[in-house]
Structures are given as C-alpha cells and as structure tokens.
C-alpha cells in the first residue's frame, strides 16, 4: 500500500475511535422528563433526577455524589407582553444513572427551558451549593428564548473536593 493510503486509513480509524468515545459517554438517558410552571415574578423550585457526564476527574478519597437538581428559576421580567401574560416558563431534564464520582470532578449537566405566550431573556445561572463551580453555561448568556421554544442548556460544573452527597442547586435567572 502506498504512504498516502495507509495515512487515510490511519486518520479514519482514529476518528472512528474518537467519535466511538464520545458518543458512548453521554450516559444514559431514558426519556423521563419532569415539567413545572412558575408564577410571575417570583421563582419556582423542582427536583430531577441527575443527568450528569464525567468529562475530568482527579484522583481522591472524597465522593461526590448528586442524587438530584434543584432548578430554581428566578423570574423578574414584565407580568405581560403583548397583551399576554408571561406566566410560564418551564424546565425539564432527562435521567440518567452517572451521579457519582470523585471529588474536584469537571461534569456537564444538561436541562431544557420551555416557554409559553411570552419572550425570556435568561441572564445568567448560578450554583446554590459551597464549593461547585460553573466552568461554562451553553448557549452563551445572555440568551432570547423566543415565546412558544425551548432551548437544550448546558451547565459545566466542578464539584468540591470533599465528600458531598445530596442535590445541586442550580438557579436559572431570567427576564
């Protein structure tokens, strides 16, 4: 075989490998969704199972283990627009089994916003827990989240580097 050819076969089997590694994983992810409204200038707190993908982690003794999401959404935009009323905006998440992993561990988290009648501008997201830190948010803040869409959101978070058991609280803050 020529030099040419065997580079070809050589890229494509390392892209093939790649794309096999990635893909598997995104862990599973049956397609349990919980959905709730929230009122009008105010917040609206639920739990989810987790839907977490381990992309880092450093070698330790401590565990963190998230055994759901607290999504609060913090709502502060007009009572009405266009003669409608802004009165939902919703969230839900898939499940999935990947909850547990070592401590100083980089995990994405993925969720959905669904909204109704009116436009929100989602600001920013926060993390409620000591110690998790947000490593980015997708799509890129500020984001229009036209009436009547949704948007896949994705938040990339550090956990602590100490034991943790329990949920990650995350708060969606929107106008």
Known sequence: MEIRTLIIVAIIIVVAVIAYFLLTSRGSAAQKTTTIAGPVNGTTSMTVPPYVTTYNSVKSNNM???????????????????????????????????GRFNANANFSYYFYMYSTTCNFTITSVGIDNNGFKILYVQPTLPYLLPSYSNIQMSVGVKSPNYNFTGPLSITVYAK
């Open 64 to 98: 963190t283990n998230i055994t759901g999401v607290n999504i609060k959404i913090d709502y502060t935009g007009p009572a009405q627009q266009n003669g409608a009323a802004c009165s939902r905006i919703s969230t839900a998440s898939a499940q999935s089994s990947k």
